[in-house]
């Protein structure tokens, strides 16, 4: 049961808030959200599983409600809330606009802040040598000897602006606060560095990321975004945050979890490049074992150098055969391994290749150590430990890369089980990358967060298809009876009031005149109409079909002519003074698009959003499915286009009073076995199909 302090909490939350928003009007969904969440993550229902999964139409409410049924929990059990999410959009809102609202009418005081990686800061010691033009510093060492790029003036010039706006308290040393976009070179010179910007060394004690983490262990709730998370949780957990068993999390955007998580599962390395690194490394640690000259660094310098003896011959192997069969690539520029299986002798190449790797990587971990070690008791001076560092921390990096590459391409799987999808990638210029990547991440997010939290909320506007959780359920790691909580709740808005016209055609979208007849057919559609959003879901198409509209005289705002923002905000400007204005974009302006009201009441979706299996893992997924005896489209792709179709249509009513209509243009809604569930899985627009 929710203790009595804690449910008192929540209503004179609840009380000050509907005070303070004009117009309040009380949603039976969103107090029941409210109330399914402090239940679930207070252990109600189940005190060894507190996970809910909770699809929230637009318009409960989702990030107040999990600001009321989460943040008075957490503080009152004194535990950490971790809010993530997957755009930055939703982030700026969360901490420039909800959490300032909710902390002025919430009953228990709680403190927030947007967490950052590391790399969204400067390193202190690093922006004043890069300001003062100092030689001895990773600057020099990692740009000239790696990639041969030296700092221009114009980039000493802005390093010396930078130190000075930061030594007068008028920069905070993140990058993302700088009024001006820093180019990449330039800021790659000065970012902080797990390796090298250790606050275990007095003069990294201030450097900005970890002044912001001191800073993050005095608060309450920490938003930050899914990459960081997934970031944080392959480390093991409580490197970046707090550990996990010591948190409660709200993951919004939740459907975007699984794909994220796959990103930060897969491994890659460049052959040529990595054998350079590798050549690099061999200087730089007898360079570290002459500067120090200490009986104790002996051993690991020598195991390094034999670890590094074995790599290299073992990545020339790679490379050569790579060289002796071009017929891997053909017209492609990727070579998949089909079921995941590598060819003779790639096996046990890279099962060496994870060996000395990782025992590369102990040998240097040890050597950056003794030489921490030795700054810190004066055996050293700090400019001579400094480049040192830098070369230590920059290999290291690369090291880890390299081995979680070759884990992947040598870990054995099991009969029965999930192949891991393989390939190489060939570039114009003909440098071979290999890729590794997990098919299926739900193991891996039921091993780092799920078996370990104290309690998750995963919210979305989107997280069934076909009207039903599975597919989550199984993209995410969960199971069937595991414990988790399911709630769908619908919009509270009136979907009467908007149509959804699914009009006649003479083409499907796979017929070659399908193009034409879009150009012949949306003049009709588009005539009268003051605001007006085409979705497309080729790029190619979408250009096609633009040329042929602007033919026949209709003025347009395309995608990719100008930035996302400056059409959003000529589209506005047009809507609001009256002048018709028709937006055309692909499937990233079917999410995350509000344009309440006037500004769009017309939504025209040409063709269901299915995506066609052309990575090397999607073909993976559909070969595995396959071999299973599976149907790769109705499993993978069916559901997923229903996921999208729901999005899309969710651009149309984003407020209470919107109206409008919803075109579908695509006939296989109609004329398909499969059309009948994505027709149902909509929201319940009054229907018109000609």
């Not at 927030?112 to 202190?124: A, D």
């Not at 490379?319 to 790639?346: A, C, I, N």
């Not at 589209?571 to 698009?593: M, N, V, Y």
Request: proline share 6%.
């Amino acid at each position: 049961m929710l203790s009595p302090r804690l449910k008192e909490a929540i209503r004179t939350t609840y009380r000050q808030l509907a005070d303070a928003l004009p117009g309040f009007v009380p949603r039976r969904e969103q107090n029941f959200l409210v109330a399914e969440i402090a239940k679930t993550l207070s252990g109600e229902y189940d005190k060894s599983r507190r996970i809910l999964v909770a699809e929230a139409g637009t318009g409960i409410g989702k990030s107040l409600s999990y600001a009321q049924g989460a943040i008075p929990l957490a503080r009152l059990l004194q535990k950490k809330l971790i809010i993530s999410t997957a755009t930055v959009a939703l982030q700026e809102q969360l901490i420039h606009k909800d959490l300032p609202f909710f902390l002025q009418h919430c009953a228990v005081p709680f403190r927030f802040m947007l967490v950052k990686g590391r790399q969204r800061y400067c390193c202190e010691h690093l922006l004043e040598q890069g300001a003062m033009g100092t030689e001895e510093s990773n600057l020099e060492f990692a740009f000239e000897q790696l990639s041969s790029i030296r700092p221009s003036e114009e980039d000493k010039q802005l390093y010396k602006r930078l130190w000075d706006r930061y030594t007068d308290g008028k920069w905070d040393g993140d990058r993302d606060n700088w009024p001006e976009p820093i180019p990449d070179t330039a800021w790659e010179r000065i970012a902080a560095d797990r390796h090298t910007c250790n606050k275990a060394l007095s003069h990294h004690q201030q450097c900005p990321f970890h002044r912001a983490r001191d800073k993050m262990d005095e608060c309450d709730v920490l938003v930050v975004n899914h990459a960081l998370l997934l970031s944080d949780l392959t480390m093991g957990g409580g490197i970046i945050l707090p550990p996990p068993d010591e948190c409660f999390y709200v993951l919004d955007e939740a459907h975007h979890l699984p794909n994220v998580a796959r990103d930060h599962g897969a491994a890659a390395v460049h052959l040529s490049g990595t054998r350079k690194t590798l050549e690099k490394l061999a200087q730089s640690a007898g360079k570290i074992g002459r500067r120090l000259n200490k009986e104790s660094l002996l051993d690991p310098q020598l195991k390094l150098q034999d670890a590094l003896a074995s790599l290299l011959p073992d990545l020339k192997a790679v490379e050569q055969w790579v060289k002796q069969h071009p017929e891997l690539f053909g017209t492609e520029s990727h070579h998949r391994f089909v079921d995941g299986e590598l060819p003779e002798p790639l096996p046990l190449l890279a099962i060496n290749l994870r060996e000395g790797s990782k025992q590369a990587l102990r040998a240097l971990d040890r050597l950056q150590g003794a030489l921490t070690e030795a700054l810190r008791e004066g055996e050293i001076q700090r400019k001579e430990a400094e480049p040192l560092l830098a070369e230590a921390g920059f290999f290291l990096q690369r090291l880890e890369h390299f081995n979680q590459l070759w884990e992947l391409m040598s870990r054995e799987v099991s009969p029965g089980k999930t192949p891991l999808a393989r390939w190489l990638y060939q570039s114009d210029a003909g440098e071979v990358m290999v890729h590794a990547s997990p098919i299926e991440v739900g193991y891996l997010l039921e091993e780092w967060l799920w078996s370990k939290c104290l309690g998750a909320v995963l919210v979305s506007a989107t997280l069934t298809a076909l009207s039903s959780f599975d597919y989550f359920r199984h993209q995410a790691g969960l199971k069937h009876h595991d414990g988790t909580r399911y709630l769908r709740l619908r919009s509270p808005f009136d979907y009467d009031k908007a149509q959804l016209l699914i009009p006649k055609m003479r083409c499907e979208p796979s017929d070659p005149g399908f193009t034409g007849e879009l150009i012949e057919r949306l003049p009709e559609l588009l005539k009268g109409q003051k605001a007006s959003l085409l979705l497309f879901s080729s790029y190619r198409q979408m250009k096609e079909v633009a040329e042929g509209l602007r033919d026949q005289g209709l003025t347009l705002l395309v995608q990719g002519e100008a930035s996302r923002n400056a059409l959003l905000t000529l589209h506005r400007q047009r809507c609001d003074a009256g002048t018709p204005s028709i937006l055309l974009g692909t499937g990233s302006f079917s999410e995350g698009l509000d344009l309440p009201g006037h500004y769009l009441t017309n939504l025209i979706i040409t063709k269901l959003p299915f995506a066609v299996p052309n990575s090397p893992v999607e073909e993976a997924t559909a070969e595995w499915i396959e071999k299973r005896g599976g149907n790769p489209f109705l499993q993978v792709t069916v559901p997923e286009a229903s996921r999208k179709l729901i999005q899309a249509c969710g651009r149309l009513i984003r407020k209470e009073a919107d109206t409008g209509r919803v075109t579908i243009l695509d006939r296989r809604l109609v004329t398909k076995r499969y059309g009948k569930g994505l027709l149902d899985a909509l929201p319940p627009f009054k229907r018109h199909i000609e």
